[in-house]
T-cell receptor, first 115, second 113 residues
Framework: NAGVMQNPRHLVRRRGQEARLRCSPMKGHSHVYWYRQLPEEGLKFMVYLQKENIIDESGMPKERFSAEFPKEGPSILRIQQVVRGDSAAYFC?????????????FGPGTRLTVT | DAKTTQPNSMESNEEEPVHLPCNHS???????IHWYRQLPSQGPEYVIHGLTSNVNNRMASLAIAEDRKSSTLILHRATLRDAAVYYC??????????????FGKGTKLSVIP
């Protein structure tokens, strides 16, 4: 079984450009989570999505960030007008079901560098 | 939400067992105990989880104290590939914490050849 896939693995953007990060969950998983890891910091929850629904986006910055998980295709984390502070590793995870009995499987991450 | 406390770092010799402790004295009766690890430059990796009873899987064992105020992740024979930061995470059975993983600082495990 293929694991969680993320692309691109590395992304360089100039300030003001847009960044699009893609995540394909494990086969059969309909629950997707995005986390961000700033340099020298721990991972922080950003958003939780199910197919076509945002369940919890409490960890996402209010402006410039958006996420979607369409009926078909990967989940997308979009960052508009990137700034240097957006430079981080962004990890996507998926699970078969919601709830503490279910483990989350993580992808390799996308490392965003804003120049 | 209940908090966890882990040592900042630990060392182990290769092929020796490793016991990674976690204190969670404010755990509630329905909190699951999860362990994840993150190897350098990689995404976190699920290791094991449990509720009350000890658990074993192909990667590790989880020993949970009878009062559930602490737990220990056991790697039976450390290899160089086990060098990582290990996170102990509590997950309640309802609310945002049931699906949000809250990563603390974890324990950085070094394995000496």
């Amino acid at each position: 079984n293929a694991g969680v896939m993320q692309n691109p693995r590395h992304l360089v953007r100039r300030r003001g450009q847009e960044a699009r990060l893609r995540c394909s969950p494990m086969k059969g998983h309909s629950h997707v989570y995005w986390y961000r890891q700033l340099p020298e910091e721990g991972l922080k929850f950003m958003v939780y999505l199910q197919k076509e629904n945002i369940i919890d986006e409490s960890g996402m910055p209010k402006e410039r960030f958006s996420a979607e998980f369409p009926k078909e295709g990967p989940s997308i984390l979009r960052i508009q007008q990137v700034v240097r502070g957006d430079s981080a590793a962004y990890f996507c995870a998926s699970s078969l079901q919601e709830g503490p009995q279910w483990e989350q499987y993580f992808g390799p991450g996308t490392r965003l560098t804003v120049t | 939400d209940a908090k966890t406390t882990q040592p900042n770092s630990m060392e182990s010799n290769e092929e020796e067992p490793v016991h990674l402790p976690c204190n969670h004295s404010t755990i509630s009766g329905t909190d699951y105990i999860h362990w994840y690890r993150q190897l350098p430059s990689q995404g976190p990796e699920y290791v094991i989880h449990g509720l009350t009873s000890n658990v074993n899987n192909r990667m590790a064992s989880l020993a949970i104290a009878e009062d559930r105020k602490s737990s220990t992740l056991i790697l039976h024979r450390a290899t160089l590939r086990d060098a990582a930061v290990y996170y102990c995470i509590l997950r309640p059975d309802s609310g945002a914490g049931s699906y949000q993983l809250t990563f603390g600082k974890g324990t950085k495990l070094s394995v000496i050849p």
